[in-house]
């Protein structure tokens, strides 16, 4: 599960990678969305995407998106189950995601998230990160909009998978996190995604070493540097 996640001046310099292969410089793009260490549902993230139009060759953009998927046939924004992540086990066959899996793909760029560890009624947060490097959350998106005299609404999701190894002592499940390798791969629009294609996310995100400590509790409205600095020493 990805529930909130931390975006700071390191994620810049991931999309400045996945901007600059457009041609485009960072200083002529403006980011429509915000950077901060406490980002939830529904608030808007940097999306990562390719598309084409009238059969030109796809090109790659970078939007402010709605965290919390909504599919072109929804009647409106309040569905009655959360869309903010995606199982990669059954993405590619529900009908809420199967079309995005298929050609709206995505990646979000993170500092890193957060879990909470139940133990009884406790629950204790902790940060997840790679140290030296930005997370590349594999994403899928949709474009969304009221009626027909609205303007589209970008939205997006984060697709998860099965914990293993010490992140499962935190919780049973954990964002899908592409390596570099992956990137591509996943953003290429020429590709019809399936089943396939998101297992091959999963197996890769597992080459991602993520580390995590614990943190101090999370106020709703806190939002600084301070909510990702480890509660007790590392060594």
Known sequence: MCGRFAMD???????????????????????????????????????????????????RRLEGARWSLLPGWARDAKLKYPTFNARSETAASKATFKSSVASKRAIIPARGYYEWKTVGKTKTPYFISEPDSPLAFAGLYSWWRTSPDEEWMLTATILTRQADGPLADIHERTPVTLPPHMHDVWLDATVVGDQQLVDAAVAASREVDLVSYEVAPLGRDADGPELIEPLKPLF
Do not use: C, H, M
């Open 9 to 59: 001046q390191t994620v810049d310099e991931l999309i400045t990678e996945f901007v600059i292969v457009t041609g485009q410089q960072p200083e002529n793009w403006t980011p429509d969305w915000r950077n901060g260490y406490n980002i939830k549902p529904t608030e808007r993230v940097a999306a990562v995407f390719e598309s084409s139009r009238d059969g030109s060759a796809p090109v």
